[in-house]
């Protein structure tokens, strides 16, 4: 049996049939079963109790689809605010500094250092590393609040994430859809169901509830496969000057401003017969 890496270039034709192939994660090899749709392919390692099945998604063209790596869960937020924004930064390596980012940057040094807390019946869990292999998503939420199981301590019955953000309550659903994302990772590190998180305002130090309906979650979930779709693309998506250009750390660099100008040419050539 070959032995190929963690990330496989390889096209959805190919992916449908691994019978040849096997992973390995650490060291130890993952088997590499058929997936039940053309865009999955489930990998299993076995472990001393268990098998773990990991579902990884595929994306790009049939010819140029590879098993994703995972993604942060920021970028989401990007990609709901801005595609060209989250193109640049995630695939160009761009990133810009404005007042805006200068704030943030101080509003979540409060939640930035691993720790925890009691405060009303709740523990405090900041700085939380969060993943899923399901969704190929990784990160960190800025603070967990959970609630354990007063039988067994050990078990966590209850869980919602709180993101901060330096200003008021925005228009977009960005920050709503990040939120869920987190939730989704809690789901499954903690198997549990989270039917709500929230968003701490640090301009108005109120906090805001997100219910993680089925729309929202929909909605966080198709935008992590436009995320994929749009990281795979040999572009940027042209720059487009909207209401979410103001404060956009990239806006100089971007300059949508000049993709709005009307194109102007020194002369029209004329065809002679």
């Known amino acids: 049996m070959k032995t190929v890496p963690r990330t496989v270039k390889t096209s959805v034709a190919v992916a449908r049939d691994f019978a040849d192939y096997a992973l390995t994660f650490d060291g130890k090899p993952i088997e590499i079963t058929k997936p039940d749709v053309p865009t999955t392919v489930t990998l299993k390692r076995e472990t001393a109790s268990k098998v773990v099945s990991v579902c990884y ?39 810009g500094t404005n007042e805006h980012t200068l704030i943030g940057d101080f509003v979540h040094q409060a939640v930035d250092t691993p720790g925890y807390e009691h405060r009303a019946g709740w523990e405090l869990l900041r700085a939380l590393p969060l993943f899923s292999d399901t969704l190929g998503l990784t990160g960190k939420a800025d603070l967990v ?31 709503h859809a990040q939120l869920c994302a987190q939730a989704l990772c809690l789901e499954e590190m903690f198997g ?26 929909a909605l966080t979930r198709s935008t992590l496969d436009a995320l994929r779709l749009t990281l795979t693309q040999p572009a940027a998506p042209p720059a ?5 250009c103001d404060g956009c750390s990239l806006r100089g660099i971007c300059l949508p401003e000049a993709a709005a100008l009307r194109r102007t040419h020194l002369f029209e050539p004329r065809h002679y017969t």
């Open 192 to 217: 549990l169901s989270i039917a709500s998180g929230l968003i701490f305002h640090a301009a108005s130090a109120l906090r805001t509830t997100v219910e993680f309906d089925a729309p929202l979650r």
């Open 57 to 95: 998604p595929l994306f790009g063209s049939p010819r140029a689809g590879f098993l994703a790596d995972p993604l942060p869960l920021s970028a989401l937020n990007d990609r709901l605010y801005c595609e060209r924004r989250a193109y640049l930064k995630f695939v160009d390596g761009l990133h």
């Open 145 to 175: 609040e959970i609630r354990r199981d007063p039988v067994d301590s050990t078990r966590i019955a209850e869980a919602r994430p709180v993101e901060y953000k330096k200003g008021l309550a925005r228009r977009w659903s960005n920050d």
């Open 240 to 244: 487009v000057l909207k209401p979410q």
